[in-house]
């Protein structure tokens, strides 16, 4: 009896995906429209006992947008970055993402670093 492994079925369907989006014409076709942005939000804390490297890594997340978005963007498409300051605060935090994916409809949810 010839069985199939989880890899070789993996491989399978990645190939029907591709083959079947080349075959329409129309694979990610979201990606081809450079005028919607990838929205990335998060929240930082950019006041707060944390405040110095949220700010710090805030504008390393403006400047990475910027040189991003000069080169065109990711998969043609600009990067648009949403964040929320958190006020050091961790109580704020579910909201902060409840609203990043409810009310902005952000793309990705990410979360800084934090060291202690």
Known sequence: MNTTTRRELGRLAIAAAIGGAGASGAAFPSFAQGSNPIRIGYSMSLSGGLAGNGRA??????????????????????????????????????????????????????????RP
């Open 57 to 114: 890594t805030q504008l390393a997340h403006q400047i990475w947008a910027a040189e991003v978005n000069a080169r065109g963007g990711i998969l043609g498409r600009p990067v648009q970055i949403v964040f929320y300051d958190d006020q050091t605060n961790g109580g704020q935090v579910p909201g902060i993402y409840t609203k990043l994916l409810d009310v902005d409809k952000v793309d990705i949810v990410t979360s800084p670093m934090r």
